[in-house]
């Protein structure tokens, strides 16, 4: 996969910051077709390595110093992890059209 540029990214992670309010919003299931999409890709990259990243920096918010030590790994192997994780993500958001 190629080198990911800066507004794909941007893109990426502002879906997975505003995925959690948005589902605190679907009182009247508005939403469920962006959720469906957001979690469909996110099952697909589940197994990945360091999957665990995902939910604790775009969801609960943590540093990058925290989620390095909730996965007893190197600060410089988060930013690695979040990297990889994100370019799976590129692929499967694209796919449902999400970017």
């Given at each position: 996969?190629?080198?990911?540029?800066?507004?794909?990214?941007?893109?990426?992670?502002?879906?997975?910051?505003?995925?959690?309010?948005?589902?605190?919003?679907?009182?009247?299931?508005?939403?469920?077709?962006?959720?469906?999409?957001?979690?469909?890709?996110?099952?697909?990259?589940?197994?990945?390595?360091?999957?665990?990243?995902?939910?604790l920096?775009?969801?609960?918010?943590?540093?990058?110093?925290e989620?390095?030590?909730?996965?007893?790994?190197?600060?410089?192997?988060?930013?690695?992890a979040?990297?990889?994780?994100?370019?799976?993500?590129?692929?499967?958001?694209?796919?449902?059209?999400?970017?």
């Amino acid at each position: 996969m190629s080198k990911m540029n800066k507004e794909v990214l941007r893109k990426i992670e502002n879906i997975l910051f505003s995925y959690k309010k948005y589902k605190k919003l679907n009182k009247n299931n508005e939403y469920n077709d962006f959720l469906s999409k957001v979690e469909t890709s996110l099952e697909m990259i589940k197994e990945c390595k360091n999957y665990e990243y995902i939910p604790l920096k775009y969801f609960r918010k943590m540093s990058y110093e925290e989620i390095s030590e909730k996965l007893n790994i190197d600060v410089r192997n988060v930013y690695c992890a979040r990297r990889n994780l994100l370019k799976q993500l590129e692929f499967h958001f694209s796919i449902q059209d999400l970017i």
